[in-house]
């Protein structure tokens, strides 16, 4: 079965209680670095191995007291994109957005390491700062 980046269900029926949990498709997910203003910002697509690898991070999210982290200049973090539907995945949490609906969720499997990881190998530590 071809797995997406269900955001969108995860909007539609994978926000089940308190939790997240998204299928990620590493032909139609992008990935962002979350570090320029006025800018593009740097893009990359990941394999299938990192987006299953990914998509075990963003399971079973519980929602956060905490609010999405304020927007700041430099690294902020990334941006998983697919369609209308964006994860911002930083400073702690998983922010789920959808139109104008916004759910934050605690990033306890770290997805945000692993995405710097993967942003290291692609050759951009320097533009994250780490």
């Known amino acids: 079965m ?6 969108a269900l995860a909007m539609l029926s994978g926000c089940t209680g308190n939790t997240l949990d998204v299928d990620v498709d590493a032909q ?3 990935v962002a670095i979350d570090v320029f203003s ?3 910002n740097p893009t990359f697509q990941l394999s299938a191995a990192e987006a299953a690898a990914l998509e075990e991070r963003l399971s079973d999210l519980s929602r956060s007291d ?4 304020e927007a700041v200049l ?4 990334f941006i998983v994109a697919q369609g209308e539907t964006r994860l911002h995945v930083g400073k702690g949490v998983v922010v789920h957005e959808r139109g104008a609906e916004r ?6 499997h770290n997805a945000e ?8 190998q692609r050759g951009y530590g320097n ?4």
Do not use: F, H, M, N
């Open 103 to 108: 759910e934050v969720y605690e990033d306890r």
């Open 66 to 69: 905490r609010d999405a982290p």
């Open 2 to 7: 071809k797995k997406s980046l269900l955001l």
């Open 127 to 130: 533009v994250i700062g780490r």
């Open 74 to 77: 430099g690294y902020r973090g």
């Open 113 to 120: 390491a692993y995405l710097i990881q993967i942003a290291k």
């Open 38 to 40: 006025g800018r593009p």
């Open 28 to 30: 139609t997910a992008s």
